[in-house]
């Protein structure tokens, strides 16, 4: 706030019989009163401002409150969900165990009313087959990243970097913005299904960008290190928060990140490269950089990497211009680019986007919210090196295998098994069943892992419902369950302990196991809870894997059988 200027008016006489001290005085009663005056009229402001503030700070108090109760209530959701599965689950037991009561009251007879009734029950046990629900409600492609027998081993560290700095992208579990070129017959076909979709408001804004003289082409960013740091500076505050590294360490510092994590062999490959593209305006010395975009190519896969724009045009269209520009060069001359990427899809059922305007952006160019699987190429050698490199920092309680001749891992196709399956493979363990409802996931798997293990599709209840009953026993069995089926899994803990013979490890999470059962993630709570369910279980360990779901624990269940602990 302005402190107000204040002016002693001396317009009026001064009486010869006043002293210098009642001169003064009068001077600073006057000051008091023109301040008094000024404070009035700015008390009405700060009341104003005050009012806004407490609507502000309300506002914020109710995001931190949805923010907190948001993982609670999209884990009662789906607890209610599943909850109908297993409810319709058990159902569809006593119908099975009614059904094989006929057929063995049919058993060694014959005759056409026979065969007749066999057939009408083989037809309604097909139509009565309940298949585990999903709650992934969205799409998913098959990508290829290119790495083809031709390429060098600069293709192979470029797709490297990449997966394993979005391990999730690839492996159909996180939701990426994707924009599927495919799906449009060219540019024009592309332009009008934008325009449909915004009502012309993008169109109109790419063409006002193009009549400013805008241009865009490729660049090289080491030759505009004045306009980055001036388009860096020119909104430090964006949609995501404070300007993140590299970007908040100048464009110095930004064109070292650059050269040392996105470099091109020379000449580029033509399925494994970078580029960047910038939108300019003409000035009397040269051409001036707004807002640039790196593409970073991987086969059939394009992603933006980086993404800026100068702070006081982002309304002026000047990005949207950029992207249009981009995708035209794609069509011109990138053959084989059919997914474009722009990180991660925020718009997710009751989650709290922080970034609102960015997803407006991403619906009005057709970005959609997609899921991948990398279709893998390579020796299961190369691709098991992967796993291990992307396995490092997520630690994994390795003393279970010690003396392990047998393992089973349920739940096992997600991120190819870098949380367990990997250490069964390192520890050369012959005799091991991966099991996993996933099949486009399994078949990678098989690329990654031994010929002679058992990979078995299909729903993870009723494959340990069927190995007790034949009786078969693994001498470790590790369970890494979605956040959802997490409590599920634990009430059925006297199944699984029941097809082990050493350990069982399962893999539960802080907000969705821990708080929700009043427990800390420590032994003693953990045995106490366990031991309770099943007096088979021993001893506990509680190992902290990562810091995921507010701490992802593996806990360690020791049988009566099995080794120490």
Known sequence: MTRPSVEISSSEAVPANVTPLQQRYQNMSVRVDQLKAALFERRDAVVRLKEQLGRQRDLVEKAKERLRSVEGDKGKLEQTYYDLYFSSLVEAQLFSEKIDQIRMALAGKSGPEVTLVQTLIDQ?????????????????????????????????????????????????????????????????????????????????????????????RGFDPADHV?????????????????????????????????????PNRMPPCLRHHNTWHGIFEGTPHGDRLLGFIMIERHGQFGHYRHIVGHGDLLDQGI???????????????????????????????DVIDIRPG???????????????????????????????ENAKGRVFPEYVLETAQSAACIYSAALMGIRDVVHFARREIQEVTLVDNDAEMMAELRKAYSANWDYHVGDAFAFIRSARASRKRFDVVTLDPWVYLEQANVNIIKSIVGIARQYVLISLTDIHFFRPNYLKPVAEDVFRYFHAREESIVAVDVVLSTQGFGGLYWCVLKLADGTHV
């Open 124 to 216: 309604l046990e097909a139509e009565t087959h309940i298949d585990i629900p999903t709650l992934r409600p969205y799409p998913r492609l098959r990508v290829d990243l290119g790495l083809a027998e031709g390429c060098s081993e600069f293709c192979r560290r470029h797709r490297r970097a990449m997966t394993q700095r979005m391990i999730t992208a690839f492996t159909g579990t996180r939701v990426n913005a994707i924009l599927d070129l495919s799906e449009y017959r060219d540019m024009a076909a592309y332009v009008e299904a934008v325009r449909a979709k915004s009502k012309g408001n993008v169109i109109r804004e790419v063409r006002h960008a193009a009549s400013r003289g805008l241009i865009c």
């Open 226 to 262: 004045a306009d980055i740091e001036a388009i860096f500076q020119s909104k430090p505050e964006r949609q995501a928060g404070p300007l993140r590294p590299p970007y908040n360490k100048g464009a110095e510092a930004f064109l070292t990140y650059v050269h040392d994590n996105h």
């Open 319 to 349: 990005m949207f211009h950029l992207h249009f520009a981009v995708v035209e060069w794609i069509y011109a001359s990138q053959p084989g680019l059919t997914l474009l990427s722009y990180a991660q899809w925020t718009d997710l059922p």
């Open 358 to 388: 960015l997803t407006r952006w991403k619906k009005k160019t057709l970005f959609k919210p997609i899921r991948l699987i990398e279709t893998l190429h390579g020796t299961p050698e190369d691709i098991r090196a992967d796993i291990v």
